[in-house]
Structures are given as C-alpha cells and as structure tokens.
C-alpha cells in the first residue's frame, strides 16, 4: 500500500506480525519495497516487536506500528478427507476491504510455505457478518503437512495466518490402502450434493446410511457387497431438510460414524 509523508517521501509498505520479520524481510526484498508495518493485538510481545525493528532497521526501512488483522478468524482447519485429499474449512466473523485468500503449504517447519495453484478464493470486501470458506487439496505428497492462509487487502496489504497441521499419506499407506477408514465428506458443510469417502479391506456386506440428530434413518446411501479398496460416493440431499446430521459405515466388524452440516 502507498502512504504519502509530504511531497520528498512516497513509501510502499508491508504489512505484517511482530513475530514474522524472518519471512516478511525476504518478501520485502524480492519485492523491491521500503518499508515495513507491524500489526499487533494486545497484549503486544515487545521482545518480538524489537527483533523485529532492528531486523527492519539495519535493511534501512521505516517501521510503522498498525492494528490488528482486518479479517477476524474465527477458525481455520483442516481434515484429512481421503487418502490424499485435505479439506481446509475457515470461518471470518467479519472483513474490511478483503480481496481474497490464497492457500500455502509445507511439509515441515524448517521449510518455506508455497501457494498451491489455483487456490486463491475471493474475499467479501467489508462486510460485518460472518463467511464460510473452503478448499480441498488432491496433490497430497507424503508426510505431515502444514497449512496457511495468506489474506490479501484490496490495497495489496498482505497478512497471514496461523498455521494448521495435518497428517497426510504415509509411505505404508501407499503400499498397503485396503485398511478400514471413514473421511469426513466433502465439502461441509453443502448443499445440495457432498461426497463421501471411505476404505474397507475386506469382501463383504456394506452399508452406508443418513440419521438425523435424533436417530432416525433418513437415507441409504449403501448397501450391498463390496471389494476391498477406496471408494467416493456422491450424496444429494436435495429432499432433506437443513440441519446436522450423522453418516455411518459398517464393514464386517469395524463401524465408524461422523457427523455433517447439510444447509438450506
């Protein structure tokens, strides 16, 4: 963003948190900017605010001090969904002048963050109620992953968010899939159509039925025999009402139920 101090000086900040001076000076290089703007909540870490002005100040920059993120999280996670798919879920409680979100990724925390293609989702401008977001990641590489949010101003400011950790494929899983395992269905919550995943090891009878909160059976999705493997099945709700509901597998002897958000 560009702020004016008189008719010498036209700088180009940054914006960022006191504890990521670390990633934003070689953002601010590679960007060719000249200054930096330190956002806080309350209470500030002054120790971290002080690396990071004298980390700025020895790059020659100028150090504004600004307020909190205009985008307010409620929450941000994410939930393996498949074999290798991660489902990101995040929720603002109200946004100023938000142009959009892109979605990073790392493998562990000795390594950068790096946007994943096609992630960026558009933003809300300003607005005073909340919004839900997603996005499902399918090029899941091996290992336990972390995930971030890097939310762009309509100005260009840039912040981010804190980071999230899920466990991806592991290298057993890749040589042996066939074990028993429910994800949760994707996207959630949805209307009218999700997708529900899941995996059995053994040849045998299936089922895969709806209830409500209450416990009546409001639909069945599966019933039959099956081959051991992965499977995505697609549900439409169109003829049930809005609400929460509970999906439940059954292989054998192994069950598993979780719940989903169906609105309307």
Known sequence: MKNSFGSKFSMTWIR??????????????????????????????TTRLLNFCNAAWQNGWMIRIGEALPVQLSSFTATRIRQRAVQLDW????ETNNFGFYVERRLSNDQPFSELPNSFIPG???TLEPHHYSFVDTSLPSGSLQYRLRQV????????????????VT?????NPVAFELFQNYPNPFNPTTHFGFRIA????VTLKVVDVLGREVATIIDREMQPG?????????NLAGGVYLYTLSSARNIDTKKFILLK
């Open 16 to 45: 960022g948190r006191e504890d990521e001076y670390s990633t934003l000076l070689p953002l601010a290089n590679s960007l060719g900017l000249n200054g930096l703007w330190v956002y806080h909540g309350e209470p500030i870490d």
């Open 202 to 205: 053994n040849l045998g009878l």
């Open 230 to 238: 992965s499977y995505d099945i697609e549900f439409d709700a169109t």
């Open 153 to 168: 101003d309509l100005d260009g400011t840039i912040h981010f968010s804190e980071a999230v950790q899920v466990s991806a």
């Open 171 to 175: 290298h057993g899983e890749e040589n």
């Open 91 to 94: 929720t603002t409680l109200s």
């Open 124 to 126: 809300h401008g300003t």
